[in-house]
């Protein structure tokens, strides 16, 4: 569980979250949702440490993260997948020896125990037959599958998103939902996933937060989203025809 | 000015202080230190023996044309150019020509890693991202340059030889001699000395040039600008600094 408390982030005098707290639970998908430079990207990063907060405090399972310098932060990122935009795949190294990295930095297995993990990994989000190839080589898909397997390598305990079906063709979009949905049952980790993508709110949104102008706006699950007379959550999610159709019919 | 100067040198020692965290594991910094000894060494050969050639011989050629006095002899064409090549040219010059081509090869490539979130992965994963894509470039430099820095002294010296002898400016004999008069074997450390500094120099600059990359393609250009023109004046300054302090 990752408790987020009333946390506020600024750059050069302009403030992009305003004291935003909210919850997400173990084991469900969490969705943030809100339009292009609302702040949902900083929140992500703010949770995950790559922007110091101002102001207040996130807690991965009582342990105040926000608090922490670099090497007390050390085993909670060790817990911690994170599966970016573009993939941010090494481009020096072939599939295999991305998502072996972290076994390389941080276990003590041999060779062939981190081998049969990568392998394990790969066929978990079902690539075969890629080890060798290069991220270059490979497909959008293909990058953020193997993303999602380089951040499962170390069994993470929270699994982070940041917009995972961006650039991805409807039908790929819906796969890695669904990689993403199963895992997160399966591990039984916290997902945070940040996406703009109302498939995947309708796929797999668990717990839904959406940010508006920097602040937290509304928080709900998906029936309760699909029931809201909030105006501008209804203005935002549900602008296009297929989402109004979906409100209409349920 | 001197605000944007003391927040760059401020923001380089803070950067610098990464390198000092212990690493998160020893076996895959050496395995990285061995590919930048091959990155940074054998890239650099080609250019490196192709400028030393060219390097020793316009020296030679130009030494002889401005040494003209019945009372010079013409071995002191060899003396010169031997102290040239190994007190400044080789040293100095060659690490430029590096700063230009292993500095900026670093600025873009840990620049890259940073607009494309490379580095936030590194982070993420709990790896001290400064210190992991820093260092082992740092230190493979400092190994490898000398090397390359005493390889383009011998060139130097024999494409100064060739110079001579096939244009018949300075006969062989006469510029062997002079290469071999009066040598002072303390100028080879001192070109080691610098050698040392500016190879750590060059890597340190571009990489913090690379790491503080904002933006996306048209910034990671503009940082590899950047990391050779520092690099390249603040080689100047310290060879300034090194030659004050050691030589006079």
């Keep these: ?250 | 000015m001197f605000k944007v100067l003391w927040f760059e040198v401020g923001r380089y020692w803070i950067f610098m202080k990464g390198l000092l965290i212990k690493p998160e594991k020893f076996i895959v910094y050496y395995r990285q230190v061995m590919l930048e000894l091959v990155s940074i060494g054998i890239g650099a050969m080609g250019i490196v023996v192709i400028t030393s050639i060219f390097m020793g011989a316009i020296i030679t050629i130009q030494s002889a044309y401005n040494l003209v006095n019945p009372l010079v002899p013409l071995y002191a064409v060899g003396i010169v150019t031997r102290d040239s090549i190994i007190l400044e040219f080789s040293p100095t010059i060659i690490l430029l020509v590096l700063a230009g081509k292993v500095g900026s090869s670093i600025a873009s490539e840990i620049g890259t890693m940073r607009v494309t979130e490379q580095i936030d992965a590194l982070e993420i994963m709990g790896i001290n991202s400064s210190g992991y894509l820093t260092l082992p470039k740092i230190v493979a430099a400092i190994i490898i340059l000398p090397f390359v820095v005493l390889l383009s002294m011998f060139m130097g010296i024999v494409g100064g030889w060739a110079a001579g002898a096939l244009s018949g400016v300075v006969p062989s004999a006469d510029f062997i001699k002079g290469v071999q008069d009066q040598f002072v074997p303390f100028n080879i450390a001192f070109a080691m000395i610098k050698t040392v500094v500016f190879a750590f120099i060059v890597t340190s600059v571009s990489s913090y040039h690379g790491y503080y990359t904002e933006g996306g393609a048209l910034e990671v250009g503009q940082s590899s600008t950047k990391a050779v023109v520092y690099s390249s004046v603040v080689i100047l300054i310290f060879d300034y600094i090194l030659t004050q302090l050691i030589l006079v």
């Design chain 1, 1 to 250: 569980m990752i408790e987020v408390k009333n946390i506020s982030k600024g750059f050069k005098g302009k403030q992009v979250l305003d004291n935003v707290s909210c919850l997400f639970e173990k084991g469900k998908t969490n969705l943030i949702i809100g339009a292009s430079g609302s702040g949902k990207t900083v929140l992500m990063k703010c949770v995950v440490g790559l922007f110091e907060v101002d102001k207040g405090a996130v807690y991965f399972d009582g342990r105040n993260f926000s608090e922490m310098n670099f090497k007390e932060r050390k085993p909670i990122r060790q817990e911690i997948g994170m599966v970016f935009q573009g993939g941010a795949l090494f481009d020096s190294l072939s599939v295999e020896k991305n998502v072996m990295f972290p076994l390389n930095m941080f276990t003590t297995q041999t060779y062939k125990e981190k081998l049969d993990r990568v392998n394990f990994c790969l066929q978990r989000v079902n690539l075969v037959n890629v080890n060798k190839l290069f991220p270059s080589e490979i497909s959008g898909g293909m990058k953020k599958r193997v993303a999602i397997a380089r951040a499962i390598a170390m069994n993470p305990q929270y699994l982070f998103c940041d917009e995972p079906n961006s650039g991805l063709d409807p039908q790929t979009s819906i796969v890695i939902d669904n990689l993403i949905k199963e895992l997160t049952e399966e591990y039984n980790m916290t997902t945070i996933i940040n996406t703009h993508d109302m498939n995947s709110v309708i796929e797999m949104g668990d717990h839904i937060v959406f940010i508006y102008k920097g602040k937290k706006f509304w928080e709900g699950s998906y029936e309760e989203l699909r029931d809201t007379d909030n105006k501008e959550v209804n203005d935002f999610v549900f602008a296009t025809k297929i989402m109004k159709a979906v409100k209409a019919n349920g």
